[in-house]
């Protein structure tokens, strides 16, 4: 079974500073994605940033990019200029790659506060 | 661009009342999940589809049934409600690729409160 763990239930970052989100996962499947998402007061969930397994080359969107570390089964999200619109709770989550319709398996969340 | 619709946004229903949940995927999209976040936690997978037929489950309760339509919309059927059914249920859509692993669009979820 798959497992996702984030340990930091709450973290805080001044406006325009940057922060870094850690999750870490356990997984005897070698190929597989994994998915930021956040989910701001509004309750959607919104998705920030993908990365394949596969690929070495870490992802990148705008402010935010990853630290991939296969090997490590470690997978953190930095988020470069902190908005205050960044305000959210952070999910990570985990999907095998094995058939259509696969299941994300989400880590309990970071909540992040942007503070002015 | 269109995103994933949900009905109705918010229901408030009795102990052991019957609640139908519809969700809409993004038009092209053939896969629809449904996930349940209750209070403080994160969402937990209930149920997919893929081309109207059942793709995966998870969690989901023998009360709850779900289907996916001819036109790719979805319904969760949820039975006898227990207090513990108030949760925020969410459908997801996305678009199948060959092996799967294909990126899941939220919609904006239900809030169930059942009394």
């Known amino acids: 079974a798959q497992t996702v763990t984030q340990s930091q239930p709450e973290m805080s970052v001044q406006e325009a500073e940057t922060v870094t989100l850690s999750c870490t996962y356990d997984?005897?499947?070698?190929?597989?994605?994994l998915f930021w998402y956040k989910q701001p007061p509004s309750r959607q969930m919104i998705l920030v940033i993908r990365?394949?397994?596969?690929?070495?080359q870490n992802a990148t969107e705008n402010r935010f990019s990853v630290n991939f570390q296969k090997a490590a089964k470690s997978f953190s999200l930095k988020i470069s200029d902190s908005q205050l619109g960044d305000t959210a709770m952070y999910f990570c989550?985990?999907?095998?790659?094995?058939?259509?319709?696969?299941?994300?398996?989400f880590g309990q969340g970071t909540e992040l506060s942007v503070k002015p | 661009a269109a995103g994933v619709i949900q009905s109705p946004r918010h229901l408030i229903k009795e102990k052991r009342e019957t609640a139908t949940l519809k969700c809409y995927p993004i038009?092209?999209?053939?896969?629809v999940y449904w996930y349940q976040q209750g209070p403080g936690q994160d969402p937990q997978f209930l149920i997919s589809?893929?081309?109207?037929?059942?793709?995966d489950k998870g969690s989901i309760p023998d009360r709850f049934s779900a289907q996916q339509f001819s036109d790719y919309h979805s319904e969760l059927n949820m039975s006898s409600l227990e207090l513990g059914d108030s949760a925020l249920y969410f459908c997801?859509?996305?678009?199948?690729?060959?092996?799967?692993?294909?990126?899941?669009?939220f919609g904006p979820g239900t809030r169930l409160l059942v009394l």
């Open positions: 997801a859509s996305s678009l199948a690729v060959r092996g799967g692993g294909e990126t899941q669009y």
């Open positions: 997984t005897s499947e070698n190929n597989y994605y």
């Open positions: 990365q394949e397994a596969y690929k070495q």
């Open positions: 989550a985990f999907i095998r790659i094995y058939n259509q319709g696969g299941k994300l398996i």
């Open positions: 038009p092209r999209h053939d896969t």
């Open positions: 589809f893929y081309e109207k037929m059942q793709s």
